[in-house]
């Protein structure tokens, strides 16, 4: 698995397998659930996915939120 749930927080940038239609591949996730939703930051188009194909798509954390790097919980499956 390239990702660890653990590291899956509001706010972090990552990429997926498959590139955006319009050429993007930089996602910022922007809801957390049973559903993941995230959206494009090129063209700020939103989508929801499972959290299972979540998973599966996501290759790389592009950026994390620089606010209370502290707080990352370290050994917690979700
Ligand atoms: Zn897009």
Redesign the pocket.
């Known amino acids: 698995m390239p990702i660890a749930m653990h590291e899956v927080q509001l706010d972090i940038v990552v990429q997926l397998r498959k ?6 591949n930089a996602w910022r996730v922007v809801r957390l659930g049973a559903d993941i939703g995230v959206r ?6 939103r989508i929801l996915m499972p959290r299972s194909d979540f998973e599966r798509r996501v290759t790389v954390i592009l950026a994390r939120p620089s606010l209370n790097p502290g707080s990352v919980p370290q050994n917690q499956d979700v």
């Open positions: 590139p955006h239609a319009c050429g993007g494009c930051e090129q063209c700020q188009h």
